[in-house]
């Protein structure tokens, strides 16, 4: 099976609607979306409304964000730039489209034996997996194979065998991983809408169960036009200045 591979849009219609029109989602046996549609951006109906629609297979689960702008958490842990972009998100949802948000499970879900999905840990949706020490408790608490993780909107790779841990960061246009059945992997495929790597560009992975591999890519999106939205509806200006450096 071949799996496209997206997380953390957070409300950025014009880097997910270029990663859509790039990928034709309709040509993937299933869809794998890690968390973290809303939150802020300043087009989340139009985030939600496409994740709703994609053809096909789909896996959906729920991010740290997307619980604030659901209120299902009270967003006390976000800085104030995060904090008002999730009140200004909730307040504007579509109905339908923030009892979506709402509906969204928590992660880990089994996608295939051994294969899980989560967005931050699969030992706590909300914890960030930056080191190798968080790796190690993932690993130790976790029995799965491959896990793709969100959160930290960072391409990265952490691995584990009998040698102990490694951990990559993906850098570039563009890579493949090929998959050892020895090794048990921790892969996060970038963040489509707020990357975080100092790469500006919309980044996306797709997975292939059969050849046991894993390509990761980086796309221009017009980030201006994205900036504009966020500065338009009077969110706070570091939210659209930081898209333009990738941090």
């Known amino acids: 099976m071949r799996f496209l ?48 629609r994609l053809p096909g297979t789909v896996y959906v689960i729920r991010g740290n964000h997307d619980k604030v702008v659901a209120e299902i958490d009270d967003g006390s842990n976000f800085n104030f730039a995060a904090l008002t972009a999730a009140r200004w998100t909730t307040e504007r949802l579509k109905p339908e489209n923030l009892e979506y948000i709402k509906q ?12 899980t999905i989560c967005h931050g840990s699969p030992l706590d ?23 793709f993780f969100g959160h930290t909107h960072i391409p990265s790779v952490f691995s584990v065998d009998s040698n102990g841990i490694e951990v990559g960061v993906l850098r570039g246009k563009s890579g493949s991983l090929t998959l050892k059945p020895e090794v ?37 999106y ?18 659209a200045d930081r898209l333009a450096m990738g941090v």
């Not at 969204?104 to 294969?115: D, N, R, S, V, W």
């Open 5 to 52: 591979i997206v997380s953390d849009m957070h409300g950025n219609w014009d880097a997910f609607d270029t990663v859509l029109r790039t990928v034709e989602p309709a040509t993937y046996d299933a869809i794998l979306v890690l968390g973290d549609l809303v939150g802020y951006g300043a087009a989340p109906n139009r985030v939600v409304d496409a994740v709703r």
């Open 104 to 115: 969204l499970p928590q992660g880990p879900l089994e996608i295939l034996p051994g294969t």
């Open 125 to 147: 949706e909300d914890t960030y997996i930056f080191s190798n020490y968080d790796a190690y408790e993932v690993f130790e608490g976790s029995q799965a194979w491959l896990t």
């Open 184 to 220: 048990r992997y921790l892969i996060n495929p970038g963040s489509v809408g707020q990357p975080r790597d100092r790469n500006p560009k919309a980044a996306y992975m797709v997975y292939d169960s059969e050849e046991q591999t894993v390509n990761w890519y980086r796309i221009s």
């Open 222 to 239: 017009p980030v201006e036009i994205a900036q504009k939205r966020i500065r338009k509806a009077d969110l706070p200006r570091v939210l």
